[in-house]
């Protein structure tokens, strides 16, 4: 199974910005469609961002225009880089597989949290 370990998180408020980093210890990370995922208290994990092997990127709604994913094959390593963050934004981070793929562990995650 990869591990995926993320990072990069942390205290920022309104308006800031952060970059999440997430490396795998596999070589099919290349292979695989990746994506940012998160989950806030009480709710749900919500799919944030993804990338598929090509590059094509899509995003939530709630996050357009804001974040923007990326990845590094050479690096195993995926990156979201989030901008005029909002306190809405407040949640644990996690990457995996898109979708998630039991090839895949899922990570500790990085908090990040949007003070007002």
């Known amino acids: 199974q990869v591990q995926l370990v993320e990072s990069g998180g942390g205290l920022v408020q309104a308006g800031g910005s952060l970059r999440l980093s997430c490396t795998a210890s596999g070589s099919i990370f290349s292979l695989s469609a990746m994506a940012w995922y998160r989950q806030a208290p009480g709710k749900e994990r919500e799919l944030v961002a993804s990338?598929?092997?090509?590059?094509?990127?899509n995003y939530a709604a709630s996050v357009k225009g804001r974040f923007t994913i990326s990845r590094d094959n050479a690096k195993n390593t995926l990156y979201l880089q989030m901008n005029s963050l909002k306190p809405e934004d407040t949640a644990v981070y996690y990457c995996?597989?898109?979708?998630?793929?039991?090839?895949?562990?899922w990570g500790q995650g990085t908090q990040v949290t949007v003070s007002s």
């Open positions: 995996n597989a898109n979708p998630p793929s039991p090839a895949y562990a």
């Open positions: 990338i598929n092997r090509s590059g094509s990127m």
